[in-house]
């Protein structure tokens, strides 16, 4: 049976650390009202670009740029994923869910050559441990986040889908739903993908006029395109990360208090024993004489 030392040495190690769980929480909460709002002002701007692009992908020739040209989709043609997890863990089962759900999408495609940009200490090292290639390895950007970390992992993605190292280009990442709730996101980025237009109907589709001209637009716009659909993503997986972590930390600050309550129980007990066990001696000494 331990004694009343080791007991209240217990109790005093769990509240330092509930003491740091709380402060945790606060400073998670703290970042995640930021980049809640960085992530609420991008989230328009990128579903708006995306679904203009996708409809304007559908009417026009694939030929028209190289981002929107499809791959013939041959047995050697390699995928690259885009995978964004956090640099740090303590946010319960934020990493390990991506990870998982990135690791299901691999094993689906086993005769399909794997690249990997890695966005993320977690994802990076759990990849890294099972020798997949890696493309490009961003870590320690995610908590001072900027618009030209999207920027590298946009070129390089581009880069190897235009030079025909890679068929497609696939991100998978975080989005933010709300403060309880994540969901994971398998978004084909390259080529851009092509809206479901209704069919001919004796209705006549809308049509564009180009100026100055397609290509001219389609070079700056494609390229924005995919900066921001990265830009978005990231965003997403910095707020849903910053929510995780606060809800990991207020559970372990309940979970430090069930543990103080426990044991300030369990050595109330004992001193109470102590107790009782000195009046039955001192009673049967003073019978005894």
């Keep these: 049976m331990p004694s009343l030392i080791d007991i209240r040495r217990r109790i005093r190690a769990v509240r330092s650390t509930q003491q740091i769980t709380k402060a945790m929480k606060m400073v998670a909460a703290s970042r995640l009202r930021k980049s809640q709002e ?25 030929r028209a740029h190289p981002l929107l040209a499809q791959a013939e989709g041959g047995e050697d043609s390699a995928t690259l994923v885009v995978l964004i997890t956090a640099d740090k863990g303590l946010c319960g ?4 869910n991506i990870i998982r759900a990135a690791g ?10 794997i690249v990997m940009t890695l966005v993320g200490r977690k994802g990076r090292d759990f990849f ?11 870590v320690n950007v995610l908590s001072r986040l900027d618009y030209t970390v ?3 992992i946009a070129h390089g993605a581009m880069d190897a889908f235009t030079g025909n190292e890679v068929e497609r280009v696939v991100l998978i990442y975080n989005e933010f739903k709300s403060v309880l709730q994540q969901r994971i996101v398998i978004q ?24 100055p001209s397609a290509q001219a637009i389609f070079d700056q716009l494609l390229p924005r395109y ?8 990231l965003l997403e997986s910095v707020a849903a990360a910053n929510a995780a972590q606060m809800v990991a930390m207020e559970n372990a600050t309940k979970n430090s208090a069930e543990v103080i309550d426990s044991l300030t129980l369990y050595m109330n007990k004992i001193r109470q024993a102590a107790i009782t066990r000195e009046i039955i001696e001192v009673v049967s ?4 004489l």
């Design 128 to 138: 890294r441990r099972r020798g997949f290639p890696a493309l490009q390895e961003e």
């Design 285 to 288: 000494g003073s019978q005894a």
């Design 93 to 96: 089962s934020f990493n390990a």
């Design 38 to 62: 960085r992530m609420l002002n991008a989230r328009p701007f990128a579903q708006q670009l995306a679904r203009v692009l996708s409809s304007l992908a559908s009417r026009v020739d694939s």
């Design 104 to 113: 299901q999408f691999v094993a689906e495609r086993p005769k399909r050559p």
């Design 188 to 211: 084909p980025l390259l080529p851009i993908p092509h809206a479901d237009l209704p069919e001919a109907d004796g209705t006549a589709q809308v049509d564009y006029l180009y100026e």
């Design 226 to 233: 995919v900066e921001f659909q990265i830009y978005r993503a």
């Design 150 to 152: 999207a920027q590298r």
